[in-house]
């Protein structure tokens, strides 16, 4: 990591009435000027988990230290199955025991699953607290920062409850990478090089000139990919907040991704290998359907072999997979619809005859 | 009740991007008119207690019959104490259960408990589904149809879980108050005098002329008087929709109420009681700082009397009431701020010396 010490990314993320900005840059955890301008309160309180907590913890109460009288720490296992009713309950029970207030601020230190559970926690506590959300993954970092979704899981589905709350601050700290394995930092790239295809052929390109950079975690290079894809999911946000089919592009490859996840059961594929094998089939289905040349899948494949993503679906039987993708949450009325690439930089929400999708997942599945 | 059978009066809540009416009128529930224009979706659920359920369910499954597929519903035991993490599990699990999705609408059919719970529910399910409110009690018509106010309480405070949503539609039928206690609806009529003093000094004037005809439930007045407190409330809301200062006048008589409220012991004084006394306390400072003249009391007290409701406050001790009015959520940093009346029509928040309370408080306290 080097090169980009101190300095600092800015996209503004310009929502009506709720206006943030969102610091991109390697340090930016410890540095007390990441937290100016965060409402002023008597009370900081971090929530994090017990991965992240131990690494990054210190470093952040240090930068929330000249802001705040009191800061006050929570931490939750790590994973998944802590997104949870219990997981909520306990921070809500934490807040009142330590006699958070209205003005009180919540920090989520953590990947998806802290953001999205320490946004919700913020959402509904006394009607909504304001937020500084630290991303300390990848994916967190280009995904869920921008778009004010925040949920909870429910045995029967993920994200079933939830709000959408913006955070008051991002801070991007690109130094987490390096405690990040190399397997969630590629899966966080799945997600960079969604933007390209939906929204900007140029970063596309960019992307396909850079992802060796990308790979050595070359610290410019992550901080100009993280930037663009906050500015396109801002821009896709911004013009459809509450996700109609504008905002769908931002499944591209998830239709399928979500199908392989599930048949493989939770948590065997990372969500991000999951959607990177996703694109190369909604690509491809793209290219079956004329609205794009052979040569689209070839690059795309490349470039997503290249961040050492899986481009290959394991075999779950072709029935089961239509299935699962049939049961898929954004499937309306059994008609499964694909986002799906018509112009370099630009989708399109779209069914397709299912002959055609079955050819698809037969040519990128393993034997 | 008789008059107004089948005629309704309008008011149109206009907030930025959520614009919604409510409709006052008799005989409102078991009209398919009523719900005409709510948002089409397959399935409606409608949440109910045990006590309003066997009354008034039917009608209201009469009234949505024709605009909906489905119609399922839940009823809850009824009662504060059901405004709890438990029940909101309970609507969620059901929701699920039943394959509820983005589209289903939520029915309120209750008293501010449904109303407060199912809004709530709607709020967080899926990120946020329509709901309709149909408030069957009269403090529920005229105080939380109005401002979007959700929550659940928590065992260490009222209310500390929830969210700002708005509804789509608010039904509100007078002739639910057929089967509302004498005391309930008297509760009622606190909340609706409260508008008078501080927003509407002909609406005080109204409200003291016709007071014998909405105590015998005479439709006309009723609705008049309904419809008054809504566009009241929805006009001090519309200008601050996040709780301010402005919004923070709609707290007259609530600071000595809440010292009332929970000095006996929260269920012995009904809120409405609590909050009828308080105003008397709350017109009494206003005179002694001068802001009013002496008959302001005379005339509030004697029109509050004749609502059926007590003007002098039980004899909890001096000292413990002042202790309560400083826990009060709404005092900040100990300095206690009354919601207080300079013009007939005008509220003012400001604190005031603590001998002049402990006398407020002692010359309208039972002996």
Known sequence: MAG??????????????????????????????????????????????????????????RGLAPHFRRIETIALPDGEAFKSW??????????????ADRKTVLVALGGGVIGDLTGFAAAVYMRGLAFVQVPTTLL??????????????????????????????????LSCFETLSAREFS?????????????DAQFFEWLDGNIEALMRRDAEALAHAVKRS?????????????????????????????????????????????????MVMAADL??????MPEQFVTKLRSLIERAGLP???PNIGLDRFVELMRLD???????????????????????????????????????
């Open 187 to 199: 899966a966080g790239l799945a997600e960079v090089i969604k933007y390209g295809p939906i929204a």
């Open 311 to 313: 481009v290959r679906a």
């Open 86 to 99: 219990e997981s909520l309950q306990k921070v809500i029970d934490f807040l009142i025991a330590r006699g």
């Open 4 to 61: 980009l010490e101190g300095s600092i990314a800015l996209v503004s993320i310009d929502l009506p009435g709720r206006e943030y900005d969102i610091h991109i840059g390697s340090g930016l955890l410890g540095d007390v000027q990441s937290w100016r301008g965060v409402p002023a309160a008597a009370m900081a309180v971090v929530v994090t988990n017990e991965t992240v907590g131990p690494l990054y913890l210190e470093q952040c109460v």
């Open 140 to 173: 967190a970092q280009v995904d869920s920062s921008v778009g004010g979704k925040t949920a909870i899981n429910h045995p029967s589905g993920k994200n079933m409850v939830g709000a959408f709350h913006q955070p008051v601050r991002v801070i991007s700290d």
């Open 230 to 278: 906050c500015e396109i999911k801002a821009d896709v946000v911004a013009k459809d907040e509450r996700e109609s089919d504008l905002r769908a592009i931002l499944n591209f490859g998830h239709t399928f991704g979500h199908a392989i996840e599930t048949g493989v059961g939770y948590g065997q594929w990372l969500h991000g290998e999951a959607v990177a094998c996703g």
């Open 329 to 367: 949450k954004k499937a309306e009325a059994g008609d499964i619809r694909f986002v799906l690439i018509e112009q370099l930089g630009k989708a399109v929400l779209r069914s397709a005859p299912e002959p055609l999708v079955r050819e698809v997942i037969a040519a990128h599945t393993e034997a």
């Open 286 to 291: 793209s290219v079956r359907l004329g609205l």
